[in-house]
């Protein structure tokens, strides 16, 4: 066993609110600056929808993150490091500035100048870069006024997938956020890729971050970055990426994202884990296992031996002891309510998410029966608003068992909490049968 310790942290989506504060505080702290007005270090993004940047999930015309390859080695989409010295003056593949973001106004004449007539006018967004009609392009969470029609089906890559003709339906229609910063990866496809060798995991947190002076600009980094959280900047010629707020954190503050949240569903803390599984567990053959391999990679923080091995690897006593008060193993490990992004990239994601479970109400409301109670739920899982199969292909690489359990575990955990709430005995049967 060799214990390594690793910030991360876990969302609970059904928390966010999409209110864009983290986003907005992130880049006054660290992209307010020449070079980076396109760069969301933190991002929300709508979900169903493109994503941010558009497609960024096309891991065929991107060639991010990790393969398997026959002999059950990882190969890197993108090639790895000598490849990509070899190749450096060849062009990476990365997302365009329109792909990232195209910022829009109105346009405030047509409701001004308009003559007068039967309909009210209607300012119709416009681009700022193209000045083009935006209601045939796209800007960030421009998938938010699509409403689940048919043009969001076709252009986000899971419902597509799903081709669920259901969705096509207004009474069938869902949405969440998804709010997005760079996963500081177990297994970084970004720091392999970089033939200058300059993007690097900090040992004693496993931060990744770039060493400005080494970086030679070749941005092989941000193709290899499956989840395109690494940018370019146009004024510097070097990589950026978020830091998870390393200067905060060393002085013992919390992330500018966590600490502004609005709807506080940012919980961040150390985990402990054995380095000598990762390559291993992110290199199993079914990507439906990669979630539990991932799992195992994780230490109990409260086990003496790993307590005993941590600190045989100069892991500081305090340090231990922010891992067994930090709620990231159990949220990850003990109630198995979180689940990584993406796992099939093999790059072993560190910010993992609690799926929503809302609303459930829709699900059973038309049986008049108790649509919280989650007995109710099981029963009708399948017809939850938010599909579990939309869930699972952003969780579990399309494996739907392990999202259910989630989210029946999180319905009794909301039933067990109501009844405490309101002072009544919990339902001993209903943790029971959810495990
Ligand atoms: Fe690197 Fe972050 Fe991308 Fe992981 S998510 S590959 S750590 S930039
Ligand atoms: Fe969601 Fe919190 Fe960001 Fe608001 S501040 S968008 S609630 S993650």
Not at 311 to 322: C, F, H, L, S
Not at 336 to 342: G, K, Q
Not at 396 to 402: E, V, Y
Request: with cysteine.
């Amino acid at each position: 066993m060799r214990v390594m310790a690793q910030m991360s942290m876990v969302m609970n989506l059904d928390k966010c609110i999409g209110c864009h504060t983290c986003s907005v505080t992130c880049k006054q702290a660290w992209t307010n600056r020449t070079g980076v007005e396109y760069v969301w270090f933190n991002n929300v993004e709508t979900r169903p929808g493109q994503g941010y940047p558009r497609t960024y999930q096309d891991q065929e015309k991107w060639q991010g993150g990790w393969v398997r390859t026959r002999r059950g080695r990882l190969r890197l989409r993108a090639g790895n490091r000598l490849k990509n010295l070899l190749t450096i003056f060849s062009s990476p593949k990365m997302p365009s500035l329109q792909q990232y973001y195209e910022p829009w106004t109105y346009d405030y004449e047509t409701l001004t100048s308009a003559p007068a007539q039967q309909d009210t006018p209607v300012a119709r967004p416009k681009s700022l870069i193209s000045g083009k009609d935006m209601r045939i392009s796209w800007s960030a969470n421009w998938d938010d006024d699509l409403g689940g029609g048919p043009r969001l089906v076709a252009d986000d890559p899971i419902l597509a997938k799903l081709e669920k003709d259901v969705l096509l339906s207004f009474e069938s229609t869902f949405m969440f956020y998804l709010p997005r910063i760079c996963e500081h990866c177990l297994n970084p496809s970004c720091a392999a890729s970089c033939p200058s060798g300059a993007v690097y995991k900090r040992a004693e947190d496993g931060i990744v971050l770039v060493d400005q002076d080494g970086c030679k600009g070749w941005r092989k980094c941000v193709t290899g970055c499956p989840y395109k959280k690494i940018y370019f900047n146009h004024r510097t010629g070097k990589a950026e990426k978020c830091t998870f707020c390393f200067p905060r954190i060393e002085v013992g503050l919390p992330t500018v994202c966590s600490e502004t949240c609005v709807g506080r569903l940012r919980y961040i803390g150390l985990v402990l884990y054995d380095a000598d599984r990762v390559l291993d567990a992110a290199s199993v053959e079914d990507e439906h296992d990669l979630l539990e391999a991932q799992r195992q990679v994780f230490l109990d923080p409260n086990d003496p031996e790993v307590v005993r091995e941590a600190e045989r690897a100069g892991i500081p006593r305090d340090w231990v002891e922010a891992a067994q008060r930090s709620p990231i193993h159990a949220l990850i490990n003990r109630f198995r309510v979180a689940l990584p992004l993406h796992p099939e990239y093999r790059t072993m994601p560190m910010v993992w998410y609690i799926p929503p479970l809302s609303p459930v109400v829709d699900a059973v409301s038309s049986t008049g029966v108790d649509a919280e109670d989650p007995r109710n739920l099981f029963a009708a899982i399948d017809t939850l608003r938010i599909p579990v199969e939309y869930l699972a292909e952003l969780f579990t690489a399309g494996d739907t068992a392990p999202v259910t359990a989630v989210l029946q575990r999180l319905a009794a955990m909301r039933s067990y909490m109501r009844d405490i709430n309101l002072g009544r005995d919990p339902d001993a049967s209903i943790p029971a049968s959810v495990g």
